[in-house]
């Protein structure tokens, strides 16, 4: 009887077991439910839900094994409950050859942070098994802060025409020291390319053909791809999260790695991609709610700086280029600046005289070490013998001399990329002209900064536009034509220096009026190239001189139905201060098959009182008009 009643007990004991496993599951997915979980803008923001145009929500990631629901891309209430279910399973998911088998539980870290918080589940209620491969990626992050990372603009690569985004996640101590911000991990989102070449590239990545991924790696590895290769300076906008943020952000980049989204040059981009990183740790910033449709990565670091207490403070990391400069300004001594060109040509300190001080050795070494850097990046991050061993031997000689002083480069306030103009620009202009009555232009700009634009926070040199249409009409009469539409334009103005001699160029894809031999007042698609050299006068003035040809077509066109020209441009630009610019230039193209050539001149001063607002006055000749113009700018 005893043996009876002792089964009984037992087979009661696991049938109540059962019977508690089974609840928990069902009173988590009845709370999901009934709070409405699915709907709350964390899940949203962890599955990367957006309203399309419909009004239904899809997610923006667009790799599979990133949802647990096969439903789950359109359905956040079924990814939601097939999630809680995965909690609650053994079973392994298949995420490929490259990645090894993975619960749901393990595969999503941050859902679970969040959805256990909101059911009240702890690791005893599911089954649970240990998660290794996501615990090495936390021990390898060791999370004490956050930094969000602004690369400057880089015109000759279109992929960062814009300038580039990325998070840096710093470590407190490494093995019990204080640690370096170079070994700290860097977070990268950016598109995985299927061509080299710039123009497909920018075509493809305006339509999103390529995927886009998240990569983890040291950060001086970016530090070296940026700052020293591209030479472009780095921003570091250190964050305030909370603990508890900061391990939301580590479990979210961990599920990252098991997706990719298709990248668009304009919208899901580096940054736009950082911020949602962001609101995902921290819903409360609600940072993509406050950024537009096109996203520009001034314009989010802009979002950034200006949430109330996410700011903590900023670093500069200057380029090699802006360091080298620095320590030529050290070399004061027109006899030490010519020790260095000699250097310079091929490295050999022997050309260094015996009785130069050590100290004043040691300066020159440093700026030749730095120019041998500079010009040898890809051949020493390559390991090419020859150039490490003349490295080696430099760093050799310069460890034989005393410590110079540390240099300190120490950016004006305006060059902070976070003080620019707003990346879109509308404009009117009134003109009036010599032989007809007046007009005016309305003129609107997509991004993001040309030579006239205050200079707060952009490149000094280079002038990048997109989408920039202008509209002209009269005032007496009921016309309103296009007069261009510019779909591209990106032009770079950097001087010639004593010891370089980079090439300035130009390249134009648009739309615009022609009023001349071709034909009357018509439309042409037109590219435009053109290469010459600037040259850098008294008070920030530059002189430049460009070759430049165009390829027109119409078929308004009277002779034929595309044309060619060719002919020199000469421009000034003098920068009286960020605020207050002029420009003119004046250019003479002569058209292939045609006798006389086209003339034009243009000259105008541009003064921005305000960050949001700029005027303009001006004259230009072109059309076989003369024209005086008064311009008004607003930024946003």
């Given at each position: 009887m005893f043996r009876i009643l002792f089964f009984l007990f037992l087979v009661g004991a696991c049938a109540n077991s059962f019977a508690q496993g089974t609840s928990k599951l069902d009173i988590a997915l009845q709370k999901a439910i009934s709070q409405k979980l699915y709907q709350a803008k964390p899940w949203l923001n962890l599955v990367h839900y957006k309203k399309n145009i419909f009004g239904n929500y899809i997610s923006e990631s667009d790799g599979p094994l990133f949802f647990v629901s096969k439903d789950g891309k359109k359905n956040p209430e079924a990814e939601l409950l097939e999630t809680i279910k995965g909690f609650f399973s053994d079973k392994k998911r298949n995420l490929g050859p490259d990645q090894p088998e993975q619960t749901v539980r393990c595969q999503f870290p941050a859902r679970w942070l969040w959805l256990s918080q909101q059911l009240g589940l702890f690791e005893q209620d599911v089954s649970h098994q240990p998660c290794a491969e996501f615990e090495k990626f936390k021990a390898r992050a060791q999370t004490d802060s956050v930094t969000l990372v602004f690369a400057s603009f880089n015109v000759g690569n279109p992929s960062s025409t814009f300038g580039h985004s990325l998070m840096r996640l710093n470590k407190k101590t490494v093995n019990g020291k204080a640690s370096s911000p170079l070994l700290d991990l860097g977070v990268n989102y950016a598109a995985n390319p299927t061509t080299s070449n710039p123009l497909m590239y920018a075509l493809f990545g305006m339509v999103g053909v390529f995927p886009g991924t998240f990569a983890a790696m040291p950060y001086f590895y970016k530090v070296r791809e940026y700052s020293d290769f591209d030479s472009r300076d780095l921003w570091e906008y250190n964050l305030n999260l909370s603990s508890q943020e900061m391990q939301m952000l580590v479990a979210h980049?961990?599920?990252?790695?098991?997706?990719?989204?298709?990248?668009?040059?304009?919208?899901?981009?580096?940054?736009?991609?950082?911020?949602?990183?962001?609101?995902?740790?921290?819903?409360?910033?609600?940072?993509?709610?406050?950024?537009?449709?096109?996203?520009?990565?001034?314009?989010?670091?802009?979002?950034?700086?200006?949430?109330?207490?996410?700011?903590?403070?900023?670093?500069?990391?200057?380029?090699?280029?802006?360091?080298?400069?620095?320590?030529?300004?050290?070399?004061?001594?027109?006899?030490?600046?010519?020790?260095?060109?000699?250097?310079?040509?091929?490295?050999?300190?022997?050309?260094?005289?015996?009785?130069?001080?050590?100290?004043?050795?040691?300066?020159?070494?440093?700026?030749?070490?730095?120019?041998?850097?500079?010009?040898?990046?890809?051949?020493?991050?390559?390991?090419?013998?020859?150039?490490?061993?003349?490295?080696?031997?430099?760093?050799?000689?310069?460890?034989?001399?005393?410590?110079?002083?540390?240099?300190?480069?120490?950016?004006?306030?305006?060059?902070?990329?976070?003080?620019?103009?707003?990346?879109?620009?509308?404009?009117?202009?009134?003109?009036?002209?010599?032989?007809?009555?007046?007009?005016?232009?309305?003129?609107?700009?997509?991004?993001?900064?040309?030579?006239?634009?205050?200079?707060?926070?952009?490149?000094?040199?280079?002038?990048?536009?997109?989408?920039?249409?202008?509209?002209?009409?009269?005032?007496?009469?009921?016309?309103?034509?296009?007069?261009?539409?510019?779909?591209?334009?990106?032009?770079?103005?950097?001087?010639?220096?004593?010891?370089?001699?980079?090439?300035?160029?130009?390249?134009?894809?648009?739309?615009?009026?022609?009023?001349?031999d071709r034909c009357q007042n018509c439309l042409a698609g037109m590219g435009e190239a053109g290469a010459g050299l600037t040259f850098l006068g008294f008070k920030k003035t530059s002189f430049y001189f460009m070759a430049l040809s165009d390829f027109r077509t119409s078929p308004n066109f009277n002779k034929h139905k595309w044309t060619a020209e060719a002919g020199p441009l000469l421009g000034v630009r003098s920068v009286f201060n960020p605020k207050l610019i002029f420009l003119t230039e004046l250019s003479k193209q002569w058209i292939l098959g045609f006798d006389n050539p086209v003339t034009h001149l243009s000259a105008r001063m541009r003064w921005a009182p305000h960050i949001n607002w700029s005027f303009e006055a001006g004259y230009r000749e072109e059309l076989k008009t003369n024209e005086y113009l008064g311009s008004v700018y607003y930024y946003f």
């Open positions: 980049l961990w599920e990252m790695g098991f997706t990719h989204f298709d990248y668009y040059f304009f919208s899901e981009n580096c940054s736009y991609h950082m911020l949602s990183l962001l609101d995902v740790a921290a819903p409360r910033l609600n940072l993509l709610e406050r950024t537009s449709y096109w996203v520009i990565p001034t314009d989010t670091i802009k979002t950034v700086a200006a949430t109330e207490g996410l700011l903590r403070n900023i670093v500069f990391r200057p380029s090699l280029n802006r360091q080298l400069n620095a320590r030529l300004k050290k070399l004061k001594d027109p006899n030490e600046m010519k020790i260095y060109k000699e250097i310079v040509k091929d490295f050999d300190l022997q050309k260094i005289p015996k009785e130069i001080s050590e100290d004043r050795k040691a300066e020159i070494l440093d700026a030749a070490i730095d120019h041998f850097d500079s010009e040898f990046f890809s051949e020493l991050v390559h390991h090419d013998p020859e150039t490490k061993s003349k490295k080696e031997n430099l760093l050799i000689q310069r460890s034989r001399l005393p410590m110079t002083e540390e240099i300190q480069i120490v950016p004006d306030d305006s060059d902070q990329p976070h003080l620019s103009h707003g990346s879109s620009r509308t404009s009117f202009t009134h003109l009036h002209s010599t032989d007809s009555n007046s007009r005016f232009e309305i003129s609107h700009r997509f991004a993001l900064h040309d030579f006239l634009d205050p200079q707060d926070g952009y490149p000094g040199f280079a002038k990048i536009e997109f989408f920039k249409f202008t509209m002209d009409g009269s005032y007496n009469k009921s016309d309103f034509n296009l007069r261009q539409f510019d779909f591209m334009s990106v032009e770079s103005l950097q001087p010639v220096t004593a010891f370089k001699t980079p090439l300035s160029w130009k390249g134009r894809f648009s739309v615009e009026r022609v009023n001349d």
